[in-house]
């Protein structure tokens, strides 16, 4: 793919996503936060040859419906194209052939990250059930030299203009549709629109310790074995481009591994079977645990598990990962998702502070003047809404609920329709059906047709269970002047069935079925799946992130100390609870942060009863599998994990998502989202062959899963009402 160079400064900024998520956010027609400016191709975080070049033959078509070309071109280019990937030059062709004025800027060579496989690696047309619409051939499954042949012979027989080694700067807006794309050799090139179709893997990262700069000793890219024979060769790092150069070295080398952690963790299944081998054979080293402290002249000086250890060495060759252009595009003005700016913590501070107003405050206010006393402050202006409603909602806090239900129903619906996945449809469907009836619906409706709903004890308790439910154990005064004294019958049977929901129904259906309550069945998870949905890939990410989960089980002990302490009859600590946590954590904190944390806060640090089935998914036969050798490291499953889980890692080894050791919640979204289609709730389908008679997995058609995967990139509030817009 096109690459760019960072930029003339290091910018600082702080992100709660890994580097690899960190993308740009962009409207349904790949337009980022800065208009004019275009994000195609491997930057938008889908690393496929064939989606990337069909998104560069529709964004032109976008373009033109848009009126992305109309008006005077005031000696401007039409577009200026940053990067020759398979992006940038599907682009460039359609440019061409609707007879616009345009550029191909590249820093090195056109496709230059498949230039950078190592020699006989394959170029894999995937997902092979997702048609070609552009007119790059890059259908087939080609290795790289012959990948690359037809790139070169594409270039040369359209006449496409690419300019080879011309490296990007900056790019400078000086007004609507105009932009200077500035290079370091100093020239500038004007145009109306700016298509960035760099590639993600930018700048190799380099090791920062004495003599590990880029040199003949010490090189951060791996091209061919027939440069290297007969040498010491240390190759420093954990994935599968490091495991795939050193087994492709060791044959004709003394090739050992450094990696910093105890185990490898994401190669696929078929490299670490090789490197077993390999091991095995005493034809290559493994040294885990370990790190580069220095490189001098004939040796490396490595830290291995805590001791020093000096290895003969001629070359080193590091691949620890490669650093995303994000500075490029934090310097274009481009807004990133995970990043988080001046106008985001101000946007977060406004959210936290609605919040608290609905959960702290809203029960002080009215919408009918009837209903205003001394404690009760009536809001104007909604009064016409009573012809409609009952009384029942005057309380702004409950119309707040309503609404929260209404948003559930409408929400569920669009994303379902929007999806057109059989598990989105069942999962949001599912909840909208618990909502609407056992949850809050029906319990509702029976206070506001008949004013009293004697059934409520049993009713709130039918699915909300405690911990989640604090009050879940206490028995409601429900009998009084002329009532029936079997009234008294349903509080008792609502306590005994909470107690048989928590410690027996619950516990079973979770080593059963997973934590599927979290998603299908909780009020909060139904919120999160519909009308948090957009919000889903801005949760937390890494090493600290998943540390802080940790703390769910002090909340079990608060949650325990709270309700027996109320048993016995001392009612403060349930109150500081209840204000503390059931309210300021999982109501004000947890949605205020939605569009900017992601919608599963509660769930996932502070939730007493998600924590309670974190236990016993210990023994749960749940499970997400991934079909064997297909997944294709595209991250595109991390990326919208809320519960910050590393299913790409699992699904190239092909080992299941479980609930022995991840949070899991079934919410399904994985599935939905992969491109290959090659994660499944359970088992995995049968194995059925491609027409052409390779392994394929299962039989499938396209779906709209990909589609949605492909065509909804990262969306702002803005993008979210233009998608709106388009259709």
């Given at each position: 793919?096109?690459?760019?160079?960072?930029?003339?400064?290091?910018?600082?900024?702080?992100?709660?996503?890994?580097?690899?998520?960190?993308?740009?956010?962009?409207?349904?027609?790949?337009?980022?936060?800065?208009?004019?400016?275009?994000?195609?191709?491997?930057?938008?975080?889908?690393?496929?040859?064939?989606?990337?070049?069909?998104?560069?033959?529709?964004?032109?078509?976008?373009?033109?419906?848009?009126?992305?070309?109309?008006?005077?071109?005031?000696?401007?280019?039409?577009?200026?194209?940053?990067?020759?990937?398979?992006?940038?030059?599907?682009?460039?062709?359609?440019?061409?052939?609707?007879?616009?004025?345009?550029?191909?800027?590249?820093?090195?060579?056109?496709?230059?990250?498949?230039?950078?496989?190592?020699?006989?690696?394959?170029?894999?047309?995937?997902?092979?059930?997702?048609?070609?619409?552009?007119?790059?051939?890059?259908?087939?499954?080609?290795?790289?030299?012959?990948?690359?042949?037809?790139?070169?012979?594409?270039?040369?027989?359209?006449?496409?203009?690419?300019?080879?080694?011309?490296?990007?700067?900056?790019?400078?807006?000086?007004?609507?549709?105009?932009?200077?794309?500035?290079?370091?050799?100093?020239?500038?090139?004007?145009?109306?629109?700016?298509?960035?179709?760099?590639?993600?893997?930018?700048?190799?990262?380099?090791?920062?310790?004495?003599?590990?700069?880029?040199?003949d000793r010490v090189t951060y890219r791996f091209h061919t074995p027939d440069d290297y024979d007969g040498e010491d060769l240390l190759v420093v790092g954990g994935g599968n481009s490091a495991v795939e150069t050193a087994l492709m070295l060791c044959d004709r080398n003394r090739v050992s591994i450094s990696y910093r952690?105890?185990?490898?963790?994401?190669?696929?299944?078929?490299?670490?079977?090789?490197?077993?081998?390999?091991?095995a054979e005493g034809r290559l080293e493994v040294l885990f645990e370990s790190n580069v402290r220095a490189v001098r002249e004939g040796e490396v000086v490595l830290d291995v598990q805590g001791e020093e250890r000096v290895l003969h060495n001629d070359r080193v060759i590091v691949l620890i990962g490669t650093l995303p252009p994000i500075d490029f595009l934090l310097d274009a003005g481009l807004e990133l998702d995970g990043i988080w700016t001046k106008k985001r913590v101000a946007l977060s501070i406004v959210g936290l502070l609605v919040a608290y107003f609905v959960y702290f405050q809203a029960k002080h206010f009215v919408l009918r003047p009837e209903a205003a006393d001394a404690s009760h402050h009536y809001i104007p202006g909604f009064s016409w809404i009573f012809y409609i409603l009952p009384?029942?909602?005057?309380?702004?806090?409950?119309?707040?609920?309503?609404?929260?239900?209404?948003?559930?129903?409408?929400?569920?619906?669009?994303?379902?329709?929007?999806?057109?996945?059989?598990?989105?449809?069942?999962?949001?469907?599912?909840?909208?059906?618990?909502?609407?009836?056992?949850?809050?619906?029906?319990?509702?409706?029976?206070?506001?047709?008949?004013?009293?709903?004697?059934?409520?004890?049993?009713?709130?308790?039918?699915?909300?269970?405690?911990?989640?439910?604090?009050?879940?154990?206490?028995?409601?005064?429900?009998?009084?002047?002329?009532?029936p004294a079997w009234w008294r019958v349903v509080a008792f049977v609502g306590v005994v069935w909470a107690v048989v929901l928590t410690f027996i129904v619950l516990p079973v259906f979770t080593v059963l079925v997973g934590k599927h309550y979290c998603s299908h069945v909780c009020s909060c998870g139904a919120l999160a799946e519909t009308v948090g949905n957009s919000f889903r890939h801005r949760g937390p990410k890494g090493g600290w992130a998943r540390s802080l989960e940790r703390m769910g089980f002090v909340f079990i002990a608060l949650a325990s100390v709270a309700t027996i302490a109320d048993v016995l009859g001392y009612g403060l600590p349930l109150s500081l609870y209840n204000v503390w946590v059931g309210t300021l954590l999982s109501g004000v904190v947890a949605i205020g942060l939605y569009p900017f944390l992601g919608q599963r806060l509660w769930c996932r640090y502070w939730c007493p009863l998600a924590f309670w089935m974190n236990f016993w998914g210990r023994w749960s036969r749940f499970k997400i599998s991934p079909e064997h050798g297909k997944c294709i490291d595209c991250n595109v499953c991390n990326q919208y994990c809320q519960m910050g889980i590393d299913i790409k890692s699992r699904a190239l080894q092909g080992v299941p998502?479980?609930?022995?050791?991840?949070?899991?919640?079934?919410?399904?979204?994985?599935?939905?989202?992969c491109p290959m289609e090659i994660l499944h709730l359970g088992d995995p389908p049968p194995q059925k062959p491609y027409r052409d008679g390779t392994d394929a997995g299962p039989e499938r058609t396209v779906t709209a899963s990909i589609h949605h995967t492909l065509d909804f990139p990262r969306m702002n509030d803005k993008s979210i009402k233009n998608r709106k817009e388009t259709g």
């Amino acid at each position: 793919m096109g690459e760019a160079r960072s930029g003339s400064r290091k910018r600082r900024h702080f992100a709660t996503v890994p580097p690899s998520e960190i993308l740009p956010v962009v409207d349904a027609d790949y337009q980022s936060s800065v208009r004019g400016i275009y994000v195609i191709g491997d930057v938008t975080g889908l690393p496929l040859v064939k989606v990337a070049a069909n998104q560069g033959a529709e964004l032109i078509e976008k373009m033109r419906r848009s009126g992305a070309f109309k008006g005077a071109g005031n000696g401007r280019l039409d577009l200026v194209i940053v990067g020759a990937g398979p992006a940038g030059l599907s682009a460039a062709i359609e440019a061409q052939k609707a007879g616009l004025s345009y550029v191909v800027l590249e820093r090195e060579r056109p496709a230059n990250t498949i230039r950078a496989f190592p020699k006989g690696k394959r170029v894999y047309a995937e997902p092979r059930f997702l048609k070609n619409a552009s007119a790059l051939p890059v259908e087939g499954d080609r290795v790289r030299d012959d990948f690359l042949a037809v790139v070169d012979d594409t270039i040369r027989d359209l006449n496409l203009d690419v300019r080879s080694g011309v490296e990007v700067e900056r790019i400078v807006k000086s007004g609507d549709h105009q932009f200077a794309v500035e290079t370091t050799a100093g020239e500038s090139f004007e145009g109306r629109n700016v298509v960035v179709a760099v590639g993600r893997q930018g700048h190799p990262r380099l090791l920062d310790v004495p003599g590990a700069e880029p040199s003949d000793r010490v090189t951060y890219r791996f091209h061919t074995p027939d440069d290297y024979d007969g040498e010491d060769l240390l190759v420093v790092g954990g994935g599968n481009s490091a495991v795939e150069t050193a087994l492709m070295l060791c044959d004709r080398n003394r090739v050992s591994i450094s990696y910093r952690r105890d185990a490898f963790f994401r190669l696929k299944t078929g490299n670490q079977q090789r490197l077993d081998e390999a091991v095995a054979e005493g034809r290559l080293e493994v040294l885990f645990e370990s790190n580069v402290r220095a490189v001098r002249e004939g040796e490396v000086v490595l830290d291995v598990q805590g001791e020093e250890r000096v290895l003969h060495n001629d070359r080193v060759i590091v691949l620890i990962g490669t650093l995303p252009p994000i500075d490029f595009l934090l310097d274009a003005g481009l807004e990133l998702d995970g990043i988080w700016t001046k106008k985001r913590v101000a946007l977060s501070i406004v959210g936290l502070l609605v919040a608290y107003f609905v959960y702290f405050q809203a029960k002080h206010f009215v919408l009918r003047p009837e209903a205003a006393d001394a404690s009760h402050h009536y809001i104007p202006g909604f009064s016409w809404i009573f012809y409609i409603l009952p009384d029942y909602f005057t309380n702004l806090y409950g119309m707040y609920y309503l609404l929260y239900f209404t948003l559930i129903a409408v929400f569920g619906l669009c994303w379902a329709i929007r999806y057109n996945h059989r598990v989105i449809w069942r999962r949001n469907l599912t909840a909208i059906f618990v909502q609407w009836t056992l949850w809050w619906g029906v319990p509702t409706f029976l206070a506001v047709g008949l004013g009293r709903n004697v059934w409520t004890p049993l009713l709130a308790r039918s699915l909300n269970a405690w911990p989640l439910n604090m009050l879940a154990f206490r028995i409601d005064p429900l009998v009084g002047p002329g009532d029936p004294a079997w009234w008294r019958v349903v509080a008792f049977v609502g306590v005994v069935w909470a107690v048989v929901l928590t410690f027996i129904v619950l516990p079973v259906f979770t080593v059963l079925v997973g934590k599927h309550y979290c998603s299908h069945v909780c009020s909060c998870g139904a919120l999160a799946e519909t009308v948090g949905n957009s919000f889903r890939h801005r949760g937390p990410k890494g090493g600290w992130a998943r540390s802080l989960e940790r703390m769910g089980f002090v909340f079990i002990a608060l949650a325990s100390v709270a309700t027996i302490a109320d048993v016995l009859g001392y009612g403060l600590p349930l109150s500081l609870y209840n204000v503390w946590v059931g309210t300021l954590l999982s109501g004000v904190v947890a949605i205020g942060l939605y569009p900017f944390l992601g919608q599963r806060l509660w769930c996932r640090y502070w939730c007493p009863l998600a924590f309670w089935m974190n236990f016993w998914g210990r023994w749960s036969r749940f499970k997400i599998s991934p079909e064997h050798g297909k997944c294709i490291d595209c991250n595109v499953c991390n990326q919208y994990c809320q519960m910050g889980i590393d299913i790409k890692s699992r699904a190239l080894q092909g080992v299941p998502v479980t609930l022995k050791d991840t949070p899991c919640v079934a919410c399904g979204e994985c599935v939905a989202r992969c491109p290959m289609e090659i994660l499944h709730l359970g088992d995995p389908p049968p194995q059925k062959p491609y027409r052409d008679g390779t392994d394929a997995g299962p039989e499938r058609t396209v779906t709209a899963s990909i589609h949605h995967t492909l065509d909804f990139p990262r969306m702002n509030d803005k993008s979210i009402k233009n998608r709106k817009e388009t259709g």
